[in-house]
């Protein structure tokens, strides 16, 4: 990390009891200001102005990554439409990523801060706060994406099970989003038995949201009249 950058670091005074408490009580909770205001203010600028996003979708099974992304307004609109017949009857998502692990490992983007945003998770003092909130000991390192909607993006009803999913003990999105209106959609819905939404929780800035896995959620469809992205760095906190 450069000399000059902020340290990673948690904003000091955590409430962490009344996570631990909603945690235990609904099986997710909120931490708001979770990070040092320096730390919060330089992810956020990584995201808006240095991630190298790539869009990804879902084609029946198989996941799609598109990098770099089509500059071309026809080729962008195909794209979309094609997903948006998709998810007339099966499960769909459509989104800017950039995967945090897959490009660690293979050392690509050299200097990009969310390298140290990903190191940082697995630090020994962020993993047993998140074991104290949740009250799951079993917690042993984090997996991240970073993420951005954009206008006619979403991601479909899932619950976090599927191929590889026999780890993932809690699932996290920390929300690096400014400005954001419930009315541009994009809005994290927490469904229940019966497919009805259960809870709603937007997006916000230096949130870090927490959820029990398995429980299904999607994130809804954004607006096109939506001016401002929708920011986060997702994942897994696993057991292995």
């Known amino acids: 990390m450069h000399p000059a950058e902020p340290q990673l670091a948690l904003a000091a005074g955590l409430d ?20 040092a205001p320096a730390a919060a203010e330089r992810l956020h ?19 799609v990554v598109l990098d770099p992304q089509p ?15 998709r998810a007339r009857d099966r499960f769909q998502y459509l989104y ?19 390298h140290h945003v990903l190191e940082w998770l697995n630090t020994p003092p962020v993993l047993q706060i998140l074991r104290d909130v949740t009250g799951i000991d079993g917690i042993q390192k984090a997996d991240a994406q970073a993420t951005l909607y954009r206008p006619g993006h979403f991601l479909m009803r899932h619950d976090d099970t599927g191929e590889g999913s026999e780890h993932r003990l809690v699932a996290y999105v920390l929300n690096m989003t400014r400005n954001w ?39 809804s469809y954004v607006a096109p009249f939506a001016t401002e992205p929708r920011l986060a760095i997702t994942g897994w906190f696993r057991g292995a």
């Open 96 to 114: 800017d990523s950039y995967p945090m692990v897959t490009a660690y490992l293979n050392r690509q983007d050299p200097g990009l801060f969310l």
């Open 181 to 219: 209106r419930a009315d541009w959609g994009g809005l994290l819905h927490f469904l229940d038995a019966r497919g009805e939404i259960a809870e709603t929780w937007p997006p916000a800035f230096n949130v870090l949201a927490l959820f029990r896995v398995p429980v299904p959620h999607c994130v």
């Open 45 to 63: 600028a990584c995201l808006v102005r240095e991630t190298p996003w790539r869009l990804v979708y879902n084609d029946g099974a198989r996941n």
């Open 16 to 35: 962490t009891r009344s996570a631990a408490a909603r945690f235990s009580q609904a099986g997710r909770a909120r931490i708001a200001n979770v990070l």
């Open 71 to 85: 500059s071309d307004p026809a080729a962008q609109r195909e794209i979309m439409q094609a997903a948006l017949l």
